[in-house]
């Protein structure tokens, strides 16, 4: 990738990251937790990374790149339900430090282990029904409350996870593809969201945005297997738009459901 090539993805990553990191944060507490945690899960962060991946490297390279943050995913709801236990009692920078904690424990080993992708699946799918059985009796109930959004220090957030996230950008080609994709997959957003929800709004949203992203972690998840996958028999641009078109319709499909399922509360946070 030329210099130019390497820049412009540290500037789409950073940008898509410092969006999503505020919308959806504005969204959990305006719209509710459940719809926010769904929304966390669509692929603004992995799509942009990888579309260039595709663009600039060997397709089985990708294709393994993209079975290792299927893997990370796995870790990622260990972040979240690491998160929603600690988040009860250890504070917002607490549960935070908690949660990455327990995704590294989860992530490394993760990251050198062989990647089949239907084994990653099923532990996937195994890890967040897990989760979200246990998880349900960890949430604090919930009352509305009209609690305003800061908006500069959120938007500082967003802004410094999107540098972050950058800068990972530009130090991922010394990596091999299973160190790289768990790089890839590491949940930045969900780290920023859950601190901003924290901190503006309380534990209790916080934790249930927690609990709701263990079901918009789906999308991620089946936004890199299906690219991990298609890339083995399609084109590497129809792989790639298919795995997208997945993961987008996966989120609407959960976010429609959630609505109707949980109307709960909603916020006033302009």
């Not at 603004?44 to 595709?54: D, S």
Request: charged fraction near 5%; include cysteine.
């Amino acid at each position: 990738m030329t210099d130019w090539g390497l820049w412009a993805e540290f500037l789409i990553r950073a940008a898509a990251t410092g969006f999503v990191v505020i919308f959806i944060a504005w969204s959990a507490a305006r719209l509710g937790p459940a719809i926010g945690g769904v929304l966390a899960g669509l692929p603004i962060v992995l799509a942009p990374g990888f579309f260039f991946l595709v663009r600039d490297q060997d397709p089985l390279f990708v294709s393994d790149m993209a079975a290792g943050t299927l893997y990370s995913m796995i870790a990622t709801q260990g972040f979240l339900f690491a998160y929603l236990w600690s988040a009860r009692t250890a504070g917002p920078l607490g549960a935070t430090i908690l949660a990455i904690a327990a995704w590294c424990v989860l992530a490394m080993p993760l990251s050198f282990v062989p990647h089949h992708l239907v084994l990653g699946a099923l532990i996937f799918v195994a890890t967040t029904f897990s989760a979200r059985l246990v998880g349900k009796n960890l949430v604090l109930p919930l009352a509305p409350v009209a609690t305003p959004t800061r908006w500069p220090a959120l938007i500082a957030r967003g802004v410094a996870a999107g540098v972050l996230v950058g800068v990972v950008t530009l130090l991922s080609p010394v990596f091999g593809p299973a160190l790289a994709g768990a790089l890839l997959g590491f949940p930045i957003g969900f780290c920023v969201i859950l601190l901003s929800l924290n901190l503006d709004h309380g534990r209790t949203i916080a934790g249930r945005t927690a609990y709701a992203g263990l079901l918009g972690v789906a999308s991620l998840a089946t936004f890199s297997g299906v690219l991990s996958a298609a890339l083995l028999v399609l084109p590497p641009w129809t792989a790639y738009l298919s795995a997208l078109a997945a993961s987008l319709a996966l989120t609407a499909v959960m976010a429609q459901l959630t609505h109707q399922l949980a109307p709960g509360a909603r916020f006033r946070a302009l």
